[in-house]
Structures are given as C-alpha cells and as structure tokens.
C-alpha cells in the first residue's frame, strides 16, 4: 500500500497530463509575406524599354536618311530624273518601317505610336515640287495611307486618355507653300526689271531643309505633349487638308475619326 504522500503526487501528475491533453500547446500562426517582385524580370522589363527606345531613336534617324536621300533623287544631284518620282515613293519608303511599328507596340506602345505619326508626317512631300509629284494614281498612295492607319488604329485605342483636353497648343511651323516671309513681301513691291534670275536650287533645298526642320519640332511636341489626343488629330488634318488640295484623298481616315470620338465623349462626358 502507497503512502498517502506518494498517492497525492501521482493524482496531481495524472491532472497535469490531462490537462496537457486538453490543452495542447498552441501553434504559431505563419502569415505568408508579400510577394516580393521580381528583381530579374524588373531588370529584363527595363532593359527590352531601353532597347525599344534605341530602336524608335534609331528608326527615326534611318527615316530622316531616307527622306534626304528621295529629295536629293527627286532635286536631279544625283543624275536621276526629277520626273520620274512621284509622292507615291515617299509614302513606299516609310511603310518599310511598319514592322518596326508592331514589335515596338508590344514592349511600348506610346513609342509605336509616335513612330506611325513621324512615319505619317515623312509619307508625303511638297506636291508642287515637280509637274508629276502627284503622281498618275491616286489611288496606289491612298493605299500606303490605309497601311499606316490600320497601324495607328488600335495603338490609339490602347493608350491611356489625357487627364484633360488642352484647348490652346503650341504653335508649331507651318508648311513650307503655306508661309510667306517679310523678304517675299519686300519683294513683291520691287521693280519685276530688276528681280534676279531665281536660284531654283537653293529655294529647293531651303525648302526640303525647312521641311525637315517642321517635322523634328512636330515629333519633339507629340513625345513630350499631354494631350496627345488633340496633337495628334490636329497633326493628321492638317496633313489631310494639304493633300486634299491636290486630289490626294486617304489620308488616315480612321485614325482621325477614332480621334474626334474620343475628344467629344471627353467634353461631353458622354
């Protein structure tokens, strides 16, 4: 027989352990941690943005080659005939650059989009340059046009809209036939015995050096520019205008209503 001592003990162990099994200790709660992002992919991503940059930087630059080499086709240095150029080969030259256009879009799509508008801007030159330079078929360069619209068409769709329409934009040059300086007018009031035999040469390249000068300063506004929307749709009918002056219709039709949609459900609301 256990002592009375010994037997107290032994109930006050067996309570303990009931009580341990009643109660088992409680597990810690694991709250899984935020996904940290990806350093690799950050990096990758930053890296394909810098290489799409180089190669929008780098397009540009081959279009602006491009151009100057057809002016001086076009201007007979280099023994070609003048006539023998219509619009329709500046228009064939930018369109070469649309698959630039579709791999831009998928890394980003604000410079695709700006690429179509330079290319758009460079499709075309002054129609008065040449007896031809409307060329026979107007039809073969509303053709290039439709192209370059049905690029520009769905980058316009996925960008983000203005957070506001600016109603008041930067004066950007004119077209070179649109201008008249204070040196023709001065001109206009001389004496006709005494005008020069005019230097068709120099007027030519001024005018393709101006002509370029415009289309920097247009691009430079689109890439740094808010509203987008109004820039780009004033850019388009003002080219539009131009062409429509000489019979040359096409010019992204659908890019300029998508444009005009946007710009009335923005003052509206609706």
Partial sequence: MQPTSSRKRSASQDEAHAVQESNPPKVAKIVPSAPQPDSSQQADRERRERSAKVLYDDTLSMIDRNVRVMDRQVSGETGDDPLDYTTDDYARLVCR????????????????????????????????????????????TARYFQSLDNLLLPLIKYRQQPAELCWQLLQVPGRWSQRRTGSQDAESDEDPDEWSEPDYERQYWEKCNYEHNRR???????????????????????????????????????????????????????
């Fill in 97 to 140: 650059h649309s698959k630039i256009v579709n791999a831009l879009a998928v890394v980003d799509n604000t410079l695709a989009f700006n690429l179509v508008l330079s290319m758009a801007d460079a499709s075309h030159t002054d129609l008065d340059t040449t007896l031809e330079m409307c060329g026979e078929d107007p039809g073969e």
């Fill in 216 to 270: 920097i300063a247009r691009r430079r506004w689109r890439e740094i520019v808010d509203d987008w929307v109004t820039v780009a749709l004033n850019d388009l009918k003002d080219e539009r205008d131009y062409l429509d002056l000489y019979g040359i219709t096409g010019f992204f039709p659908e890019s300029i209503a998508e444009f005009e949609a946007i710009r009335m459900q923005m003052s509206t609301g609706v």
